[in-house]
């Protein structure tokens, strides 16, 4: 079955920007998904992308080349309330989203 | 706000028994998904129901099972509980398509 991969954690300064990647197999994905999670919360979808590119919402930008399978997560101005897991999924048609094991991102003052 | 309901949202109870969580779609939304997250784990995919019908099976043990019912509301059933089952359980829901999937706040699951 399909793979995605993430870094398991990452720590960042308040207000830098921070970039979080996510790979998989080219194959078999139309898209990918991006959520937040905090701790014993559920996950809150952030963005997605179907096309190749950027798509920005705030803060919170991905990106997404189908052709690499390689998509990333960018934060700006990062705030304490970041710090939480970012869970990279991919979809395709119908079928069941493939979560990766998330990344969990550490904010320090 | 996801929109999407679950209940309880704490569950304990002991080992070889029998429960069941509940969930509510968002308003309009077909597709039910029903997902573990042990303690510091990723989510699981366990199943997912479309319109009444199950559509799709990840990892679901067989002493678990659910099922969507005509007003779209979804039950997992999960028997002869383990110890090991003890964990979040989230339910989301989506409409047709590419469409982002959203979470209940989950039901905790804890066996003693």
């Known amino acids: 079955g399909q793979n995605i991969d993430q870094p398991t954690e990452m720590t960042a300064t308040e207000g830098a920007i921070v970039q979080i990647n996510c790979t998989y197999q080219?194959?078999?994905?139309?898209?990918l998904f991006w959520y937040q999670q905090h701790a014993g919360e559920a996950p809150t979808f952030l963005s997605y992308?179907?096309?190749?590119g950027l798509e920005e919402k705030g803060r919170f930008s991905s990106f997404l080349s189908r052709s690499k399978g390689y998509s990333y997560l960018l934060l700006k101005e990062l705030q304490m309330k970041d710090s939480a897991s970012y869970l990279c999924?991919?979809?395709?048609?119908?079928?069941?989203?493939?979560f990766g094991k998330g990344t969990r991102l550490s904010v320090i003052a | 706000d996801s929109g999407v309901t679950q209940t309880p949202k704490h569950l304990i109870t002991a080992t070889g028994q029998r429960v069941t969580l509940r969930c509510s779609p968002r308003?309009?939304?077909?597709?039910v998904y029903w997902y573990q997250q042990s303690l510091d784990q990723g989510l699981q995919f366990l199943i997912q129901?479309?319109?009444?019908?199950?559509?799709a099976k990840g990892n679901i043990l067989e002493r678990f099972s659910a099922q969507q019912f005509p007003d779209l509301h979804s039950e997992l059933n999960l028997s002869s509980l383990e110890l090991g089952d003890s964990a979040l359980y989230f339910c989301?829901?989506?409409?047709?398509?590419?469409?982002?999937?959203?979470f209940g706040d989950g039901t905790r699951l804890s066996i003693l």
């Open positions: 989301a829901s989506s409409g047709q398509g590419n469409q982002p999937q959203h």
């Open positions: 080219t194959s078999g994905f139309n898209g």
């Open positions: 992308n179907v096309l190749d």
């Open positions: 999924a991919g979809f395709s048609g119908n079928t069941p989203l493939v």
């Open positions: 308003s309009g939304d077909l597709s």
């Open positions: 129901y479309y319109n009444g019908e199950e559509r």
